[in-house]
């Protein structure tokens, strides 16, 4: 069930009074809200709500163990031998009596916190492993199988299996995200307690569980456990919401129809075309993939919890370290948090940190699909960080041009640099990638057919199109809180101007809409 289409928002419709009612009530609410999780994910394949639910229990049971892990009944005063061993010592047991007795009565208090911590550190290790497991067979068993079959033929070694074609849960990455997360955090005291109730209603959150954002659980906790629903305004919610199914229903629906084509046979369009559809592509899955996020957070905000900012303006960033921190920034943060910091972040030799930043970007490409192109993608991202660092220092040295020349420059490459590997990201294998990108960089005016382009990729419609997604990416986000003061101060101009703009995105937009780009991931 898509966010922008006439089904759901009938399923809303229906919805949203009862949550309303429900929600000074907390217990019911929890009740109330996961019941609508559960149907509306439901709607998708009622196998993959098996899983979903599944992942839910198992998870639950492991964060209890690292909440409360269990101890041995272990009687450490009367082992001598025990008490030799700790101190690594024949001189300590010749202590005064009194002294030993302390000195062991301390060893039974520090060792079951050494055991309790041991085993909490075991725990997360299970949960961690189970969670990408599970992601790894649903996502990239097929993957594994056809790789190992096409490696064995190189070799002149043929197997007679068919590997079977296993549907990927809507999802499943981000849930499988939010679970290890879950985990991590209890395991640093960050999430004091855990209820069934609560954490199935964190993991499976339908506005956020098909493509994110990825709430953090203390947050989510703050909101559902809170009598309270969310102060939002009519404009922000209204506006929000707006946003997301304009950029979504109308701009990437168009650039769908016109771009898609030219990344599955670049071979039929000419250089100048396939340049256009590049940047066609970066809007495409800006607004797409943005245009989700803020109908997620429009319709969070009308269930109780607060917004979560995932999006700010990433094409107009000058490094591509600012690109990171400002595209997808619920995952960069993840990856930054549960990833990154983890192998050492920045507090190492500068080797580890280059080698940190590569695996982190690297396994980031894995985890939105199984392929070469894929791993190409995360791996040029992890590249590019390399020099986005090591750039940093330099150019606070450079002297002599003007910052606004510097900044645009520096636009203009992590931009150019983004746009190019987004082609490894959308072509369907490296093989075509590889060859959309020789295509594009032979500058020719022909394809390889010898005819003068293969379609509608360039037109005054989408070249407008681009222009406004792009320019879009340098207004001041000033203006756009001055205009929703504005509508605040007036709630009927404001419910007047968000009906109107409805209506003419619905007029303007296709009957049928294209699945979100993040729902394969």
Known sequence: MLFPTLSFFLFFLAIFPIVIVAKPFVKCYQVVLLAINIIFYSFWHINFTYLLLSSVVINYGINCLILAPKLPNLNLADNALFYHIYHKSDDQLTTPPDKKVKSVELINQELPEQQRKKLKQFYLGLGVILNILFLAVCKYYTFFVDSSLALLANFDITLDIVADRIAVPIGISFYTFRCIAHLVDVY???????????????????????????????????????????????????????????????????????????????????????????????????????????????????????????????????????????????????????????????????????????????????????GLNFMIWGALHGVGLWFSHYFRWLWSDIQGLPSLLLRMTGTVCTFFFVCITWVFFNCPDYETAVK???????????????????????SNTSLAVIGLVLAGQFVDPKIILQFKQILDKHIAIATVFIAVSMYICIRLGPKTVPPFIYFNF
């Open 188 to 370: 640093q005291g960050k999430v004091k307690e855990v209820s069934l109730l609560g954490f199935a209603n964190y993991i499976t959150f339908f506005p956020q569980i098909a493509s994110g954002p990825i709430a953090r659980p203390e947050k989510f906790y703050c909101d559902l456990y809170s009598p309270l629903k969310y102060d939002y305004s009519i404009s922000e919610v209204g506006l929000t919401i707006l946003s997301g199914f304009a950029k979504k229903y109308v701009i990437a629906s168009y650039l769908f129809t016109v771009i898609d084509r030219s990344f599955a046979v670049p071979n039929n369009y000419n250089s100048l075309e396939l340049l256009v559809a590049m940047l066609g592509y970066a809007c495409l899955i800006f607004v797409d993939f943005s245009g989700y996020s803020d109908m997620a957070n429009g319709i969070s905000m009308l269930l109780g919890f607060r917004p979560i900012a995932n999006f700010n303006q990433p094409y107009s960033a000058v490094s591509l370290s600012e690109f990171w921190n400002r595209w997808h920034i619920s995952l960069s943060h993840w990856l930054r948090d549960y990833l990154y910091i983890p192998l050492g972040g920045s507090r190492v030799v500068w080797y580890r940190k280059y080698f940190n930043l590569f695996i982190t970007m690297f396994l980031g490409g894995i985890w939105h699909g199984a």
């Open 436 to 458: 959309y990108l020789a295509q594009m960089f032979s500058f020719s005016a022909m394809n390889d057919l010898g005819e003068w382009g293969g379609g509608n990729v360039i």
